[in-house]
């Protein structure tokens, strides 16, 4: 008995760290309060986007950051409504991390990869759609998501190729979509830091050897 107990209070455990956090809730209902209009630029995404000062990166006062920490394509679609709605002019797109990451274990990566990429992909399909029927001239800029150098146990060969290879699903999907662009800012930065692959682009983000997941100044400035 008391072994069931523990296994149940571990999946609970589990199962809060990757549901949606006051944090979100609370971002959510200030975003739903300030307007997107039509000559904004929205950058919309996880922590990744959260944690960038675009606006100021690209000296521009309509970059609307609508980042949200932790976020995920699903929820991410269950707020797009306040900001298709304000019919802006163009979108930027970073999410999959999260999708990738949620049962919290990347060893599992590979058995998970196909099932969570489709499901990526179909809700790519779903915002892009929503983002022209809001504005048919729109552009949508999506970006590939980069590799998780000291994440967790992502730096291993594994965790790189799954990231490789849902990145390249992405780049495959976008291929041929009128006012689609997607963007491989993963393969920048590593062409930037590193001949290697993933090994050398820590510097980027965070403090080499801390996080290895959020870029940090010199990473948003590159991905800028």
């Not at 296994?7 to 300030?34: D, H, I, P, T, V």
């Not at 521009?60 to 932790?70: D, E, L, M, T």
């Not at 552009?139 to 590939?144: G, Q, R």
């Not at 146990?153 to 780049?171: F, M």
Request: charged share 20%; net charge negative.
């Amino acid at each position: 008995m008391k072994k069931i107990v523990l296994l149940a209070a571990a999946l609970l455990a589990a199962a809060a760290s990757f549901a949606q956090s006051e944090y979100n809730y609370q971002k959510r209902s200030l975003f739903e309060q300030l307007p997107i209009r039509g000559n904004d630029i929205v950058f919309l995404g996880n922590s990744i986007t959260d944690g960038g000062e675009w606006a100021e990166l690209f000296n521009n006062r309509h970059v609307k950051n609508r980042g949200i920490s932790a976020d995920r394509s699903g929820w991410l679609l269950d707020r797009l409504d306040p900001i298709i709605n304000g019919h802006p002019k163009k979108l930027f797109l970073m999410i999959g991390t999260n999708d990738l990451l949620s049962d919290g274990n990347n060893a599992t990566l590979a058995d998970r990869l196909d099932s969570v990429s489709q499901n990526l992909l179909n809700d790519m399909d779903t915002i892009v759609e929503a983002m022209f029927q809001a504005n048919e001239h729109a552009n949508v800029i999506i970006l590939t998501i980069p590799c998780w150098t000291r994440h967790s146990n992502g730096n291993s060969d594994a965790t790189h190729q799954a990231v490789a290879d849902y990145n390249d699903r992405l780049k495959t999907w976008g291929n041929g979509r009128q006012n689609v662009t997607v963007i491989d800012i993963n393969a920048g930065l590593i062409d930037v830091t590193s001949s290697t692959p993933f090994y050398g682009v820590s510097s980027m983000f965070n403090n080499p050897g801390s996080d290895g997941l959020h870029p940090n100044a010199q990473g948003d400035l590159l991905m800028a």
